[in-house]
């Protein structure tokens, strides 16, 4: 029936808003119903407004009520809020003329245009227009997008104001000053931990203009701690793990270029994927982890042989993005055997061309949070 199906809607809805830390009670739930049954169900402005007046009782929770609506019923990622505070790359009070500060005075006779900051233009610029010095003062910007991570709930329960467990071992100790009378109750929930991250970067002939970039944010991401793994591939696939867990970044990129053997070769990209899938997706690696593929998706080999793999891949890792550089372009079309073999089995399709790219990918992870709905 309809009605039991919007009714198991709305309770299974209230249980996303519990774990969310919103108080929601079954008779809240109860005036939900009742007052969908005087609404059009099929205006999300009066479904929204009617379950946000019946569920939410306090003015801190409307924030989490909004991403848990957008997340349940419109199948909207919405981001969480990040561990770590990330730096804001944008100085829009510097000047062309010299790079300095809007304070700074002019010299006699000399006019300056004010405009957006250095970083700022170095933000729009394509990776491979840049020159060696411009990409060395992109490097430290890569590195704070790559500083980010997507949250998972944990198993692990921790002691928690609003929980929803008794923490009966918590209860038992106070009780001992009360005579054995639990006068204060103590409860847990599940904590946010990180989630594992799978990272491929195509490092072929096609891809050189970019890869070192890349890499960078790869390298970003490797250093934000442990359940990230790195792998390189051309003609054949390489991982870089321990090659980019150094803090340097340079000698990172060096280390790896040394470990690649195919690196600015040939590409390969669905045998690359089945010898990961062969090796490591036995191992659980993909298991309820987020991969992020970085190539132009130029195929050498059959393109039936990329949509098998990818199809594999799906199967088990929590989310796919595939990062293209080319998407950058506006005329863009995924016209290559690749890349339209692939496609399918990608959950978000997203540029990877300059540094505004690399924001807008981190906005993507951090913003995980179901399956398959990067």
Same mark, same amino acid.
């Given at each position: ?55 939410? $009782?306090?003015? /801190?929770? #409307?924030?989490?009520? !909004?991403? %848990?609506?957008?997340?349940?019923? @419109?199948? +909207?990622?919405? &981001? ?36 957006? $900051?250095?970083? /700022?233009? #170095?933000?729009?610029? !394509?990776? %491979?227009?840049?020159?060696?010095? @411009?990409? +060395?003062?992109? &490097? ?235």
């Amino acid at each position: 029936m309809p009605g039991d199906a919007v009714v198991k809607h709305v309770v299974t809805f209230g249980r996303v808003l519990r774990e969310a830390g919103i108080e929601v009670g079954p008779q809240r739930v109860q005036d939900a119903l009742t007052g969908l049954d005087a609404v059009e169900l099929a205006r999300r402005e009066d479904v929204y407004w009617t379950l946000r007046q019946t569920l939410v $009782s306090r003015l /801190e929770d #409307l924030e989490p009520f !909004d991403r %848990a609506f957008s997340a349940w019923f @419109e199948r +909207a990622p919405t &981001r969480r809020a990040a561990p770590r505070t990330r730096a804001e790359t944008i100085r829009p009070v510097a000047s062309f003329a010299g790079g300095g500060t809007a304070d700074a005075e002019p010299a006699d006779g000399q006019q300056t245009a004010r405009g957006w $900051s250095y970083e /700022e233009l #170095l933000r729009q610029r !394509d990776f %491979a227009s840049l020159t060696p010095d @411009e990409l +060395a003062h992109v &490097r430290k910007l890569i590195a704070r997008a790559g500083d980010c991570r997507p949250l998972r709930r944990s198993r692990r329960l921790r002691a928690h104001r609003r929980g929803h467990e008794l923490d009966l071992r918590r209860l038992v100790r106070a009780s001992l000053a009360t005579g054995g009378d639990a006068a204060e109750r103590s409860f847990r929930r599940r904590t946010l931990v990180p989630r594992k991250v799978v990272l491929l970067c195509d490092v072929s002939g096609s891809m050189e203009a970019y890869a070192r970039a890349l890499l960078l944010f790869v390298h970003a991401v490797v250093g934000t701690g442990r359940g990230v793994e790195a792998f390189a591939f051309g003609t054949r696939l390489t991982r870089l793990t321990p090659e980019l867990a150094t803090r340097d970044p340079e000698r990172a990129l060096a280390d790896a270029a040394k470990r690649v053997l195919d690196w600015t070769g040939g590409t390969r990209i669905g045998e690359s994927l089945k010898a990961f899938n062969d090796e490591w997706g036995r191992r659980a690696l993909t298991r309820g982890a987020v991969v992020v593929i970085a190539s132009d998706g130029w195929e050498r080999d059959d393109a039936a042989l990329l949509g098998s793999e990818m199809a594999r891949l799906a199967r088990s890792a929590y989310a796919v993005v595939w990062v293209n550089p080319l998407k950058g372009n506006p005329a863009y079309q995924p016209l290559a055997g690749g890349m339209r073999a692939a496609l399918p089995f990608v959950d978000r399709f997203l540029p990877g061309h300059n540094l505004a790219s690399l924001d807008a990918l981190a906005e993507v992870l951090t913003g995980i949070e179901r399956r398959h709905a990067a």
